[in-house]
């Protein structure tokens, strides 16, 4: 192929289209666990974090719920992939063999979400959320009826791959993914760039802002426990009796149990299987959704 200006807007082009239907085609799943948020600055306060608002009778004056402040921040990151294609590829016609290595970027970026927001699951044992407790933790500071600070556990130790009941019916979800450029394919590829100029070679990347973070630990119970009938049930019995400050019940429902690939099999003999081993009816069988996440391998 001619190497001029005409030709390489076509061939990007070209690329532009293999990227986007890649990317349209991929099928991320963080969704299922992280609210996104667009964030319009280098990092984003959450200072709503720790409630969870209910409706009440409206008797006389309204009650405004003054939103407790926490100094939570996510901060945005710098994300990037570049591959080169060196000139004689594109005057010798073999840029089809790159389209791949496109397309595989294109599916890189709608995925790396994914690679945000699972892995914080695993890291909610060590890595502390808005109330300055570990997101998983047995001392979460809620205050009782009469006003006195008590500690609230959201986890079950253990020395066992961990798995994770969540709820994810509400608006706001137990992570935060958030959004400050959105990823973009873009080249250097005129004659006059650096890249081009010295090395003979057309560069091609895809980049991004983004990061994820913790969300609200009420909506989250992670365990390192075996993943069996008992402790699924402790599992569910301390989410659905959380209650917020003063005594108020949230209404939590749990509705999707995740874990990694070695959990799997425990995962479907937990809520999956209509029957025990035994023959017996599995009560727990449709109380939760299944979702097996290889990032949490």
């Not at 099928?27 to 609210?35: E, G, N, Y």
């Not at 005057?91 to 397309?103: C, F, L």
């Amino acid at each position: 192929m001619e190497v001029n200006a005409a030709n390489l807007r076509s061939l990007f082009t070209g690329f532009r289209t293999v990227f986007n239907q890649a990317f349209d085609g991929a099928t991320p799943t963080w969704d299922q666990v992280a609210m996104l948020t667009q964030s319009t600055t280098s990092e984003e306060q959450y200072p709503w974090l720790g409630e969870l608002p209910g409706i009440k009778e409206w008797v006389g004056d309204r009650v405004i719920e003054n939103l407790t402040t926490h100094d939570f921040t996510i901060k945005n990151k710098e994300f990037e992939l570049t591959v080169g294609i060196k000139r004689p590829r594109i005057e010798d016609d073999r840029y089809g063999v790159y389209k791949p290595v496109v397309a595989e970027m294109g599916r890189a970026a709608r995925m790396h979400p994914d690679q945000l927001v699972w892995p914080l699951l695993n890291g909610g044992f060590a890595t502390k959320c808005y109330d300055n407790q570990f997101f998983f933790d047995t001392d979460h500071p809620v205050l009782d009826e009469a006003g006195a600070e008590t500690s609230v556990s959201n986890m079950q130790a253990g020395a066992n791959p961990a798995w994770f009941l969540l709820d994810t019916t509400r608006m706001i979800k137990p992570l935060i993914y958030q959004e400050r450029k959105p990823y973009k394919f873009v080249p250097l590829q005129d004659e006059t760039d650096a890249n081009v100029f010295m090395r003979n070679e057309y560069v091609y990347g895809v980049d991004g802002r983004s990061n994820a973070g913790y969300g609200l630990w009420q909506l989250a119970f992670g365990s390192k426990g075996t993943l069996d009938d008992a402790n699924y049930e402790a599992a569910r019995a301390a989410m659905t009796g959380l209650k917020g400050d003063y005594g108020r019940p949230l209404g939590i429902t749990p509705n999707l149990l995740v874990v990694g690939p070695t959990n799997e099999g425990a995962g479907r003999r937990a809520v999956v299987n209509t029957k025990k081993a035994g023959g017996s009816d599995n009560e727990w069988a449709g109380t939760a959704k299944l979702m097996v996440v290889p990032w949490l391998a």
